[in-house]
């Protein structure tokens, strides 16, 4: 069994995209997954409240991939990912978070699992940035899934998905702890 290292504490790495993911670490370094709940507003509420139970706030470090424009997606695509951005960044912003913003290149070149851009690679880029977090991820990692019947968010074990394999792996790039 891999041995997974420790984690930094009050950490948020955020893939704001169309289908992204958020991930986090609590005051004591555990790791948290969830899907983004996209444009709604009152799931994105929620979400950021089950978050900020478990961070400190004062002691918070946001990360937030930074999206580009793609003259092949349509306008709505891009109004979505534009909403999504604005709503993370109004979160943060609203408790006072920092948040700095990450190309995608540059994480996936410090991961080592960077291939080039384009419609041909995407497929075998999302494939292999899942394979990384899946590998790297820490066992038993507890995320939070939309539950229809509470109308809340309610834990259970993480399974990465290729909507929360970029937050992941940002997670870990950035978020483990040298030895």
């Known amino acids: 069994m891999k041995k997974h290292g420790a984690y930094k504490k009050n950490l948020i790495t955020i893939d704001p995209g169309v289908n992204g993911g958020i991930c986090w670490t609590n005051r004591n370094g555990t790791v948290y997954v969830a899907r983004s709940p996209g444009n709604d507003i009152y799931k994105m509420k929620v979400l950021f409240t089950h978050i900020l139970r478990t961070v400190k706030l004062y002691k918070c470090r946001a990360i937030i991939e930074q999206q580009g424009p793609n003259p092949r997606d349509t306008s709505k695509t891009s109004f979505v990912l534009g909403g999504n951005y604005f709503l993370w960044r109004m979160c943060l912003e609203d408790r006072d978070i920092d948040a700095e913003l990450l190309s995608a290149q540059h994480w996936q ?42 109308n809340d968010f309610t834990y259970r074990n993480a399974k990465i998905t290729s909507a929360t394999a970029d937050a992941a792996a940002i997670m870990v790039v950035f978020g483990k702890k040298k030895r």
């Open 109 to 150: 070149k410090k991961s080592g699992v960077y291939l080039p851009s384009g419609e041909k690679n995407y497929k075998a880029r999302k494939d292999n940035l899942k394979a990384y977090s899946v590998y790297e991820f820490p066992l038993g990692t507890p995320a939070l899934y939309w539950s229809k019947k509470q």
